[in-house]
């Protein structure tokens, strides 16, 4: 479970963060929303402890990230906004270098690996090198290296993002996987249709602020709106206007 208590993050006259405050359970699949500059990528880098939040708390099983951002990092698995792999290294030196970083002995590495490989059916790309790969690819790659260690929380950046049909279809699959787990999932995305189909909670911030925390079908109901987009298009509206 990851435990989001009043953020905030300003960069100069900027205020990125303003007061963030949501909780994102275990098996459910929670939605990060907003549109651009609203403060999403800020607020997932403070819950992966790439950025330290001027104020408020991150809870990670109960444990506080500013406390031990070493046993948080642990407990997550991230897809950042940059994938960032190693393009001289095949697929199968990326997932096992970041195992041995995690400290995975090798029976225990092999056999992660080889589930992760089978789930995100990229058997037939494990001895290429990264450098070449398609979008597709390339988030598969960076997905199975971010989960080798078995974590129980997981964070993706708008993982489907360039993402072709079917890698999306598997890609979705593969989440909804994860929650049958029991694991926490909290991804961003800016696709309305990937969102209704896969989220059991929906945090919409605007202008830095969480604006709407629900379940897909109380959103609808606050706005007054059937369909999903409309209903956060009217959500972050009201908020740049009262910004203003």
Do not use: W
Request: charged letters at 30%.
């Amino acid at each position: 479970m990851i435990e989001v208590k009043d953020l905030h993050k300003t960069f100069g006259e900027v205020k990125a963060v303003d007061g963030v405050t949501f909780s994102a359970r275990d098996g459910e699949i929670t939605g990060l929303l907003g549109p651009n500059g609203a403060g999403k990528t800020t607020t997932l880098r403070m819950l992966y402890t790439l950025m330290k939040p001027d104020s408020g708390q991150v809870l990670v099983d109960g444990i506080d990230a500013a406390a031990d951002p070493i046993a948080v990092r642990r407990r997550l698995g991230v897809l950042p906004d940059a994938r960032g792999l190693y393009k001289r290294l095949t697929a199968r030196e990326n997932i096992d270098y970041f195992a041995r970083l995690h400290g995975l002995a090798t029976g225990v590495l092999r056999q992660r690996r080889d589930q992760l490989v089978d789930a995100l059916e990229m058997r037939d790309i494990l001895d290429r090198r990264t450098e070449g790969f398609s979008q597709g690819q390339r988030v598969k790659t960076a997905i199975a290296r971010a989960l080798v260690h078995d974590p129980r929380n997981v964070i993706l950046d708008e993982p489907t993002n360039g993402l072709d049909v079917m890698a999306t279809r598997g890609l979705r699959t593969f989440m909804r996987n994860l929650r049958a787990e029991g694991r926490c999932v909290l991804f961003s995305s800016h696709i309305m249709q990937e969102v209704a189909l896969l989220c059991d909670r929906i945090v919409v911030i605007a202008a830095g602020r969480v604006v709407a925390d629900e379940t897909p079908d109380a959103l609808r109901a606050q706005t007054g709106e059937a369909n999903l987009e409309d209903a956060f298009v009217k959500l972050i509206g009201s908020e740049e206007g009262l910004a203003a």
